[in-house]
């Protein structure tokens, strides 16, 4: 080994691993003194998969609005996705989504009532909307009869 030869954890500035070692322990030695550039792949991969995994879901979410994702949080997800997939196969289809989608709209309307506590922010707005366009109905309704009685 000689005198140029210095242990892995001290180095030697005036010269190489390759120089510092006899030939016939330079493949074995060269091992455990330079960091393995296989492992470093290994490594990069395993961040590169890792980081395209973080941006695919982050792509999902962006991709979700807010509202399914709060649908979806509470306990009444599965008869959301029912009334989603109905949903969208109306659209895709131009059918009648109110008609179509009647049995599922009712199935999630009666869970989120079931999970009211969870789900009173959409309920609120729901009865607020409702309440509305009874109104807007009343006065429409109201305004014609007017007319009619002239």
Request: proline content about 5%; charged content about 30%.
């Given at each position: 080994?000689?005198?140029?030869?210095?242990?892995?954890?001290?180095?030697?500035?005036?010269?190489?691993?390759?120089?510092?070692?006899?030939?016939?322990?330079?493949?074995?030695?060269?091992?455990?003194?330079?960091?393995?550039?296989?492992?470093?792949t290994n490594t990069k991969t395993q961040e590169e998969i890792?980081?395209?995994?973080?941006?695919?879901?982050?792509?999902?979410?962006?991709?979700?609005?807010?509202?399914?994702?709060?649908?979806?949080?509470?306990?009444?997800?599965?008869?959301?996705?029912?009334?989603?997939?109905?949903?969208?196969?109306?659209?895709?289809?131009?059918?009648?989504?109110?008609?179509?989608?009647?049995?599922?709209?009712?199935?999630?309307?009666?869970?989120?009532?079931?999970?009211?506590d969870y789900y009173a922010p959409i309920l609120q707005v729901?009865?607020?909307?409702?309440?509305?366009?009874?109104?807007?109905?009343?006065?429409?309704?109201?305004?014609?009869?007017?007319?009619?009685?002239?």
């Amino acid at each position: 080994m000689g005198d140029n030869y210095l242990p892995p954890s001290i180095s030697n500035p005036s010269s190489t691993n390759s120089t510092t070692m006899s030939s016939s322990s330079s493949s074995n030695s060269s091992q455990t003194q330079e960091p393995n550039p296989q492992s470093n792949t290994n490594t990069k991969t395993q961040e590169e998969i890792i980081k395209k995994d973080e941006e695919k879901q982050d792509e999902e979410e962006e991709e979700e609005c807010g509202f399914c994702l709060f649908m979806k949080e509470g306990g009444c997800r599965d008869p959301f996705i029912d009334w989603e997939k109905c949903v969208e196969q109306g659209e895709k289809n131009n059918e009648d989504i109110a008609e179509k989608c009647f049995e599922v709209t009712s199935a999630l309307q009666k869970c989120m009532e079931a999970h009211s506590d969870y789900y009173a922010p959409i309920l609120q707005v729901e009865k607020y909307v409702q309440a509305k366009v009874i109104a807007e109905f009343e006065k429409n309704r109201e305004s014609i009869e007017q007319k009619e009685e002239m």
